[in-house]
C-alpha cells in the first residue's frame, strides 16, 4: 500500500493543477493522481473543438508531456476509477487497490449522460472522452445523416463539425427556446442564429419518444419525437448535459447536493458532510464541486476549463499550504467554437436586464451586456474574440454598469 501523501482523485484539468500547485507550495511528500480512463491526463476542449474536424484521426491531446509527472515526482494512476471512500481511515478504494491520503482533493468531473432505452444501438454516442470523440469521428469521414439531441455548447459544437464535412444535421431541444439558463432567453436566441445560417436544422419544444432502428433492430436509423415526427438519421449524438461523477461516494458521510449529486463544499472548497460540517482533509474541485462564489453572492458548480484549472490549484494549495485556507472566488468564463465563429461568455446570465450593444447581422459581431442592479453581471461575446476580457474587469467591479455601457458603445462603433 502506497505512503500517505496527497492524493488527487480525477486526472483531468482540476486534477493536475492541484498535483502542481501543491509541488509549487513546497510540498515535499508523494502525490498520487487517479485516473479512471487508460490514458494519462488530457484536454477535453479540443476534443469538440478541433479534432472532429481534423483530417486524421484524433490523437490523445496531452495535458502534460509524460516527463512532466516524472519531474515532479507524481505517480499516475491509470484505468483506476474511484469505488469507495473511507474517511475515518483516510482511504480511498480504487479499481487497483486502496490507496491511503493525509490530504485528499476529489476533482473527479463529470460524465455524459444518456438517453434511456438506447444501450445497445449501435450509432449513438456521447461526447466526452477521447474514445467518444474517436467513434463520432470516423462515422463523420462517410456520407451521414446526423441527428443531434441537445441545442448545449457540445451538441452545437458536434452540428457544427458535422456541418464542416457536409452532412445534413437537424438539432432537437426539448426546451422552448436553447442555451437559456447559460446565456439567457434572449442571448440564446442570438447565439443559434448561427445554426440557421450555416444550414442546421434546428427543432426546439420538442422531445424523444424513442429511436428508429433498422431492420436488424440493432443500428439506429432514426429519431421519433414526442409530437409523431420522425427524423432520419444513422448517426446520434447525445448532448443534454453531464452529471458530476459522485456514485463512488453515495456510502459515505459527504454531502451531495440534491439535485445533481455534486460535492458540498464551503467557500475554501473544503468538503462538507451531509450534516453541514467539514470533512477532515477532503476538498474538491472542479465540474464536481458546489461552492459559494462571493464575487456573486449565490452557490455555483462550474463545468468550464479556466475554473477547472484555478479551483484545483486553489484546493490543493488549502490541502497542503498549512496555513489558513482562503476563501476560493472566480469570475466564470467559457467560450465554445461554432461554424468558424468564437463564443465567448464572462460573469453570470442571471440578470435584471440584457442590453444588445452590437449585432452580428449589422456590424460583424455580436456583444450584449448582463445588468444586476447597478454592475454589470455578464458579458456575451459573438465573433468578438478581442473584446471578451477587457469587459472582465467590469464583471468584477460594482456599480459597473454605466461605464461597463460607456466603454462598450466606444467598443463597438
Known sequence: MRNRGLVVVGAGLAGVAACESARREGFSGPITLIGAESHVPYDRPPLSKELLVGEASPAVPLLRERGRFTELDIDVMTDAPAVGLDTRARVV???????????????????????????????????????????????????????????????????????????????????????????????????????????????????????????????????????????????????????????????????????????????????????????????????????????????????????????????ARNAVSGNSPMPFTTVPYFWSDWYGTRIQFVGTSQADELLVQQRRDKTGGTVVLYRSGGRVAGVLTIGRPDLIMKYRRFVTAPDSWVSGVNYGADQCR
Not at 442546421?200 to 431492420?215: A, C, Q, R, Y
Open 93 to 315: 478504494g480504487t479499481g487497483k487497490g486502496d490507496v491511503p491520503y493525509q490530504h485528499l482533493v476529489i476533482a473527479c468531473g463529470a460524465r455524459s449522460r444518456e438517453l434511456p432505452g438506447t444501450s445497445g444501438i449501435s450509432g449513438i454516442h456521447t461526447l466526452r472522452t477521447h474514445s467518444d470523440v474517436e467513434a463520432v469521428w470516423k462515422r463523420l469521414q462517410s456520407p451521414v445523416r446526423v441527428v443531434v439531441i441537445g441545442a448545449g455548447f457540445i451538441g452545437a459544437e458536434v452540428a457544427s463539425a458535422a456541418r464542416n464535412y457536409g452532412h445534413p444535421v437537424t438539432i432537437v431541444e426539448a426546451a422552448p427556446a436553447p442555451l437559456t439558463r447559460s446565456l439567457g432567453a434572449e442571448g440564446g436566441a442570438l447565439v443559434t442564429e448561427l445554426h440557421a445560417a450555416n444550414g442546421t436544422e434546428l427543432v426546439l419544444g420538442v422531445g424523444v419518444e424513442s429511436m428508429i432502428t433498422d431492420s436488424t433492430g440493432t443500428t439506429v436509423a432514426g429519431v421519433k419525437l414526442t409530437d409523431g415526427r420522425v427524423v432520419d438519421g444513422d448517426l446520434v449524438v447525445v448532448g443534454i448535459g453531464a452529471a458530476p461523477s459522485t456514485e463512488w461516494l453515495s456510502d459515505t458521510d459527504i454531502g451531495l447536493d440534491a439535485r445533481d449529486g455534486g460535492i458540498e463544499c464551503d467557500a475554501t472548497l473544503a468538503v462538507l458532510s451531509s450534516a453541514g460540517l467539514p470533512v477532515d482533509g477532503v476538498w474538491a474541485a472542479g465540474d464536481v464541486a458546489h461552492w459559494p462564489n462571493a464575487l456573486f453572492d449565490k452557490r455555483m458548480r462550474l463545468e468550464h476549463w479556466a475554473s477547472a484549472s484555478e479551483q484545483g490549484a486553489a484546493a
